[in-house]
């Protein structure tokens, strides 16, 4: 099973006149942050231990996700076909949490990192870093998917308006920390500088590296005592970093 | 700036000004007084950063005699946008500038601070350079004094050096009213609002504490290096005599 590739339109092991559910849920607008879950490791009742006490129904829920036939009605009415859907997404929204955090589903998750298909930090004295999808919470409903950046060790909201109503329990809040854990190379330096002051024909639009932005009017700072002044720039202090300027600035030494 | 140019639109407008700031992504433009553009005091200097000057100035006060030639005329509107935005640079730096540029930051023009624990905080545009020509505008969020790239693709061909380096500081020093309450004693970290959280679709909950600080956790337990920069943090934050 290979990562789910958005540039692929259709991948060799699915047909494209019809895909499986997994295909089609992760093709929706929106979803392309999503692994698909390979089957075997949904099949494995292990992997999904406790979740049939999360979602009513559970049994019809899994077979939906897994494209089989419905099972022969039991003493149970049949639900509604629309809550059914709604639990089939609550179920692989659970699933999806666990599987990014085994060793498999991290190294796809780190490969898609690395392209930088998860967006950019939109802070600016983080250099463009590469963010990872977060939630804040592992149960669903409670809140939306972050992006987290791992430079200012901080949490955004998603810029494109097609990713609010993504749960954050699809990620989980361990997932980019776990990544991290288990591919420390990835994590990205802050302890680079420039040796001096990059011409604008060095260095790309907005390209730098870390910096605490320092406010100033009329080139002064303001003093401590004023009730504008910064008091917020010690929470973006990183280990080496030594300057409140940023790289372009005249007064950066 | 290279803006493509669009002298044909702009001619069967009868106020450029007007034409001016509803052009897509100037929206972070408030419009300059009429006659703080007239008096000439205001505008010094400015001839020299400016080609074709006197045709951008007329331009921009819409009695520009249409005798130019097509490629004279497209570098006079590429003249007069600069002209403009060097002009709205230092008039939203006075107290009416202010004024205008407050209520467009009370009515949320120009956005929500990107980063989660400030709640939807509204931030101010903010220019990195006063020089033309370098940097695109950015956003400064008064919640966590940083600077953020817009979310919005047209505002990355706005320059910054139209709104300035000073403007949001001073906006914030004569009006400290503005500035958000930083000094809480909150010692929960991670989680404003309490542990609920904003429910799925509803946004950003107002009102987050400035001080929580986002405590990366596996499982429940606090990861190592962040730890450990947090504890960093926490001494830069001693040494600067930083209320907490």
Known sequence: MSAWDPSSSSSSETNSENPSWIHWYCNLRGHNFFLAVPDDFI????????????????????????????????SVPMPDENMIRADAELLYSLIHQRYINTKQGLFHMAHRYQAGEFGRCPRLGCGNCAVLPVGRFDQTGMDTMKLYCPRCIDIYHPPDPVYVQIDGAFF???????LFKTFPELLPSINRYFPKPPTHAQVPFDAADYWVYQPKIFGFRVHASAPDSPKMQWRRWRSGTRFLEHPSGPSYA | MSVPSSSSSASSTAYWIEWHSRLRGHEFFCEIDEDYILDRFNLTGLNLDVPHYAAAYDLINDCLEDTLDDATRVEVDRSARLLYGLIHARF?????????????????????????????????????????GMKSVKLFCPRCEDVYTPPARRHAAIDGAFFGTTFPHLLLHTMPELVPRKAAG????????????TPLGAGMGAGADTLSRYVPKIFGFRVHHASREHHLQDKVAAALGVQR
């Open chain 1, 43 to 74: 099949e494995d009742d292990f992997n999904l231990t406790g979740l049939s006490g999360v979602v009513k129904y559970y049994t019809a829920a899994l077979e939906m996700i897994l494209d089989l036939e419905p099972s022969e009605p039991t």
């Open chain 2, 186 to 197: 909150s010692g929960f970290e991670g989680v404003p609002g309490g542990a609920r959280g």
């Open chain 1, 172 to 178: 989980g809040s361990s997932f980019p920390h776990m």
């Open chain 2, 92 to 132: 939203i730096l006075t107290q009416r500038g202010l004024a205008k540029m407050y209520e467009k930051y009370r009515l949320g023009h120009f956005g929500r601070c990107p980063r989660v624990l400030c709640g939807g905080q509204e931030t101010l545009p903010v220019g990195l350079t006063d020089t033309p």
